[in-house]
């Protein structure tokens, strides 16, 4: 039986590294990241969700905070795409906009993943320095987007830097070459592939690159509820956790009940009684507002850095 278990292992083993090993090779120079899996990866996620030792689908955002109007719009726009793949109905294109930091690659991520798509991750700054390459480039890989079984997000991440208006004199030749190739690529409405573009910098964008849009999402540095959450969750991530420290989330098992005494006492030199402690939850959640309200204008990169610092 050990036997027979090796050579299985080892059969699984080799199916992996080649599935591997097709991904890297055919995967296009202009793709920074995807999520593509093979056939095998694809059952070992399957069979994972079906022990319930992978989050179930919809918890893909439990990790982003949004303010309510904007995580309204991001969740009406992902349940579209996800009925119009189900019914192979057109894709919708969508740009979204805002400061640096705010969330926008995160939710590009966790929207594919929740509409069943594959996402393909590219960077227009990586578009002009391949000159005349790039226009071959594109089409490679549109190739690959119209290989996928599942359909693609295709997220290309400061968008002004490749899709500029051709009104623009100071424009190259091949980029403006690249900027025609895009827009041959996205002409007609796909079921294969959705376009999101993210921008700092909307305006400057080609005009026929915003007419192929059908939706515009704007990404606002965090108000302050957004920011508790952000606090919240960054403590919880890289503070309480590996301190083994009780969570402060509300609701979590781990936060000690109001009635409970704290465990708590110091005695101070010369204080006749030990100091009680204000209960944790009182405490935390407190402290917890309050360096939300100081950090008004920072962005959720920014909270979630500033939480990694205090790390070591
Ligand atoms: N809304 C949010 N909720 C939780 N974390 C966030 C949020 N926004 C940003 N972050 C944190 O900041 C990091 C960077 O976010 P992201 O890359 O999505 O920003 P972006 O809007 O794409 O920025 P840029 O315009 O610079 O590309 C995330 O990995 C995450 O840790
Ligand atoms: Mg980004």
């Not at 979204?96 to 993943?113: H, I, L, N, S």
Request: with cysteine; net charge positive.
């Amino acid at each position: 039986v050990a036997c027979l278990g090796g050579i299985y292992l080892v059969r699984e083993m080799a199916i992996l590294l080649r599935e591997q090993l097709n991904k890297r090779l055919g995967r296009p120079s202009l793709v920074r990241m995807t999520n593509r899996r093979g056939g095998m990866q694809e059952f070992g996620i399957a069979i994972l969700r079906l022990l319930r030792l992978r989050p179930p689908r919809g918890a893909e955002f439990n990790d982003v905070v949004l303010h309510p109007k904007l995580k309204q719009q991001v969740m009406r726009l992902a349940d579209a795409t996800s009925s119009a793949k189900r019914r192979r109905m057109p894709l919708q294109h969508a740009m979204f906009y805002g400061p640096p930091g705010t969330g926008k690659t995160m939710v590009a991520q966790r929207f594919a993943e929740y509409s069943g798509l594959e996402y393909a991750i590219m960077s227009g700054g990586d578009v002009a320095p391949l000159e005349e390459q790039a226009v071959t480039e594109l089409h490679k890989l549109f190739r690959w987007v119209h290989r996928s079984k599942r359909g693609v997000l295709l997220f290309i991440d400061e968008a002004d830097a490749f899709l500029a208006s051709r009104k623009n004199s100071g424009m190259s030749e091949s980029l403006r070459n690249a900027l025609t190739t895009m827009l041959y690529h996205t002409g007609t409405p796909s079921s294969q592939f959705m376009l999101v573009i993210a921008t700092n910098r909307p305006h400057d964008l080609d005009s026929a690159i915003l007419d192929r849009l059908d939706e515009s999402v704007e990404f606002g540095l965090p108000d302050i509820d957004a920011r508790k959450g952000m606090v919240q969750l960054y403590y919880d991530k890289y503070i309480a956790k590996p301190l083994k420290l009780p969570a402060v989330s509300s609701g979590s098992p781990m936060l000690r009940k109001p009635d409970q005494p704290n465990g708590l006492r110091r005695r101070l030199p010369g204080s006749p009684k030990p100091l009680q402690i204000p209960r944790e939850e009182e405490v935390d959640e407190a402290a917890m507002a309050i360096v939300a309200s100081r950090i008004n204008g920072f962005s959720g990169r920014e909270i979630s850095k500033l939480f990694t610092s205090l790390q070591t």
